[in-house]
């Protein structure tokens, strides 16, 4: 009677191909740098945390560590230019940290309510908390024409809020209107991808390695927000209008109907 070979245990390599052929479907308008950059680099700490027996909450953690290591940095120390790139480079591995654990999730089949929840509101602290660093580093150290351009950080910390939060409402109010069913994942094309650019998080990242011409940075970063809000106001128009076409939410025990409509456009 001959017994069953255990199956080798998943390498690194394996595991990052693994996870390229399982990668979930884009949603409509996903930034280009999530879909080309961000998320490719995430497998790579997934396939380690997968082969270090971490769970995803752990990785969740290291990207709150990294992002917090960031924002500290960019409130404490006047803007340099190596100043500038610490804080890239500490955002940008928390964000592609923040993508790993999601995947690390999928490889173990591990996905979970909580780590869910654990992961949105590591994501809403990040989203508010870089706003606000850059209202004190701007507070401290620019020389402003005027201190009504303290209110672009402070409007920007509103838009991503917003947009954030605007986001994961319609995914909560379409589930409980239609039920949590199977979704079909519309693709993102390269030219919605390319509009999308200037909202997604990795961009901001990067734009702090500007820090050591400040000038330079604050015009980027204005027009970053500008970019932001006109792309947060079309959306909460077509957010609406998917709201306002919801049936109403059927009575308890009352069998939900199926929907095929695809995920909501996303700002990241």
Same mark, same amino acid.
């Given at each position: 009677?001959?017994?069953?070979?255990?199956?080798?245990?998943?390498?690194?390599?394996?595991?990052?191909?693994?996870?390229?052929?399982?990668q979930?479907?884009?949603?409509?308008?996903?930034?280009?740098?999530?879909?080309?950059?961000?998320?490719?680099?995430?497998?790579?700490?997934?396939?380690?945390?997968?082969?270090?027996?971490?769970?995803?909450?752990?990785?969740?953690?290291?990207?709150?560590?990294?992002t917090?290591?960031g924002?500290?940095?960019?409130?404490?120390?006047?803007?340099?230019?190596?100043?500038?790139?610490?804080?890239?480079?500490?955002l940008?591995v928390?964000?592609?940290?923040?993508?790993?654990?999601?995947?690390?999730?999928?490889?173990?089949?591990?996905?979970?309510?909580?780590?869910?929840?654990?992961?949105?509101?590591?994501d809403?602290?990040?989203?508010?908390?870089?706003?606000?660093a850059?209202?004190?580093?701007?507070?401290?150290?620019?020389?402003?024409? *005027?201190? #009504?351009? !303290?209110?672009? @950080?402070? &409007? /920007?910390?509103? +838009?991503?809020?917003?947009?954030?939060?605007?986001?994961? =409402?319609?995914?909560?109010?379409?589930?409980?209107?239609?039920?949590?069913?199977?979704?079909?994942?519309?693709?993102?094309?390269?030219?919605r991808?390319?509009?999308?650019?200037?909202?997604?998080?990795?961009?901001?990242?990067? *734009?702090? #390695?500007? !820090?050591?011409? @400040?000038? &330079? /940075?604050?015009? +980027?970063?204005?027009?970053?927000?500008?970019a932001?809000? =006109?792309?947060?106001?079309?959306?909460?128009?077509?957010w609406?209008?998917?709201m306002?076409?919801?049936?109403?939410?059927?009575?308890e025990?009352?069998?939900?109907h199926?929907?095929?409509?695809?995920?909501p456009?996303?700002?990241?």
């Open positions: 009677m001959t017994g069953s070979v255990a199956a080798p245990p998943l390498t690194v390599a394996d595991a990052v191909r693994q996870l390229a052929f399982a979930k479907g884009a949603a409509r308008g996903a930034p280009a740098y999530s879909l080309f950059v961000n998320r490719p680099l995430g497998r790579i700490p997934a396939a380690i945390a997968f082969r270090l027996g971490w769970t995803p909450n752990m990785v969740t953690a290291l990207s709150a560590g990294f917090l290591g924002v500290l940095l960019l409130a404490t120390f006047p803007p340099s230019l190596m100043m500038g790139i610490g804080v890239w480079l500490l940008a928390g964000y592609v940290l923040d993508s790993a654990d999601g995947q690390l999730a999928r490889l173990q089949h591990a996905g979970s309510a909580a780590g869910e929840w654990l992961d949105h509101v590591v809403a602290w990040k989203i508010s908390s870089v706003h606000l850059v209202l004190v580093l701007v507070y401290r150290f620019f020389d402003l024409p *005027s201190p #009504a351009w !303290l209110l672009v @950080p402070l &409007v /920007f910390t509103i +838009v991503a809020a917003v947009a954030f939060f605007a986001m994961i =409402l319609n995914d909560l109010l379409k589930a409980k209107h239609t039920g949590p069913v199977a979704t079909t994942v519309h693709s993102s094309t390269p030219l991808s390319l509009l999308g650019l200037p909202t997604d998080f990795g961009v901001l990242c990067a *734009s702090f #390695a500007l !820090l050591g011409a @400040p000038p &330079v /940075f604050f015009a +980027v970063y204005t027009a970053l927000l500008a932001n809000a =006109l792309y947060l106001g079309l959306a909460l128009v077509k609406f209008g998917d306002r076409a919801l049936a109403p939410a059927p009575a025990g009352t069998p939900r199926r929907s095929t409509e695809g995920n456009d996303v700002i990241a």
